[in-house]
């Protein structure tokens, strides 16, 4: 029973354009959800969050949207570089719960 | 400032052996968490430490798993007997918020 899906395993996609990550979500208590990324032989390393009280959250190069109604969230990454190949994971909580439920992680290719 | 250390990084064991992995957290943090991370799989939550109260052992896949946290700091997670599907990459982390998860870089598991 996933309660946090990410259907695409792999993405690529060229230097300068665009990477769109998408999840989804089954638990309608999740309230708050952080993408995470990881290098290989790396812990994951928190990348961004957002609140269910928004829709849009925006850091530098990277935003998460956020789609209640729809249960799917996503990451933008604009331009993409390089150095953002890695595995990316997005993950959600229920208020106060600590745990942190994952997704299987998209694999992001960034060609030169 | 250092970051969480997990110890052995890489771990080959033979299936029926004890082994203990070891989490060093971040100085200060009170919140500790074990996930593992088994082929083509997401971050799956074994259990979560939060300053003396009793840890949340909901996620450890058998009674073969048990952790423990010593004055507030070092982690160690042992798995006895270990079968093949133990093999995964275990990964542990801390919190000062219990919102942001820092990782270290986890530590191989291959039981043969």
């Known amino acids: 029973d996933q309660q946090v899906k990410q259907n695409s395993p792999s993405l690529s996609v060229q230097e300068g354009r665009i990477s769109i990550l998408n999840c989804d979500y089954t638990?309608?208590?999740?309230?708050?959800f952080l993408w995470y990324k990881k290098y290989p032989a790396e812990g994951p390393t928190f990348l961004i969050s957002?609140?269910?009280?928004?829709d849009k959250n925006e850091d530098g190069r990277f935003t998460v949207f956020l789609n209640k109604s729809a249960k799917h969230l996503s990451l933008h990454i604009v331009p993409s570089q390089p150095g953002d190949s890695a595995v990316y994971f997005c993950a959600a909580r229920r208020g106060s719960n600590y745990k942190l439920t994952f997704g299987k992680g998209t694999l992001l290719t960034v060609n030169p | 400032g250092a970051g969480v250390s997990q110890s052995p990084s890489n771990k080959v064991t033979e299936k029926g052996k004890d082994v203990e992995l070891r989490c060093d957290p971040i100085s200060g943090h009170t919140a500790l968490y074990w996930y593992r991370q088994s082929l083509g799989q997401g971050l799956e939550f074994l259990i979560y430490f939060q300053g003396n109260s009793a840890p949340d052992k909901s996620g450890l896949p058998s009674d073969r798993f048990s952790a423990e946290r010593t004055g507030g700091s070092v982690s160690t997670l042992t798995i006895q007997r270990t079968q093949q599907e133990d093999s995964a990459v275990y990964l542990c982390?801390?919190?000062?918020?219990?919102?942001?998860?820092?990782f270290g870089n986890g530590t191989r598991l291959t039981v043969t």
């Open positions: 957002i609140s269910s009280i928004k």
């Open positions: 982390a801390s919190s000062s918020d219990g919102w942001t998860l820092h």
């Open positions: 638990n309608s208590m999740f309230d708050y």
